[in-house]
């Protein structure tokens, strides 16, 4: 999978996040750590660890204009936590959107800056 396709995936992601939440809330109850929870949670804190190291390569090489080494620190610290923190109803629903839509945010424009530099890597 490449930048891109990762890039894309990532967004889904944050979708799922806060559906998940509403849903959790919803449904008024705590999910299952080790069945629900870490299962979701490892797949994807892996994706976000390999598509960060391919970032700082790429971040590197092409010099982007707009997207910066630690903003790719800060998505991976706000994902890992957001990813985590959507299977509960206790989550604070204000600081958790806004660490999505900054993730989101960022994820956008590290997308156009791939398209601005031609690569889909």
Not at 44 to 54: G, K, V
Not at 88 to 102: E, H
Request: net charge negative; charged share 35%.
């Amino acid at each position: 999978m490449n930048l891109e396709e990762k890039c894309k995936v990532l967004l889904s992601v944050c979708g799922e996040c806060l559906e998940r939440h509403s849903l959790m809330r919803e449904q008024d109850r705590e999910p299952d750590f080790f069945k629900e929870v870490k299962p979701y949670a490892d797949k994807y804190h892996t994706m976000i660890d390999e598509w960060a190291e391919e970032s700082y390569v790429w971040i590197k090489t092409a010099k982007p204009k707009y997207v910066h080494p630690s903003q790719v620190e800060t998505l991976v610290e706000g994902m890992k936590q957001f990813i985590v923190q959507s299977f509960y109803k206790k989550t604070g629903l204000k600081r958790f959107v806004l660490s999505i839509r900054s993730a989101e945010y960022t994820l956008k424009t590290y997308l156009d800056a791939l398209e601005e530099a031609g690569d889909s890597k």
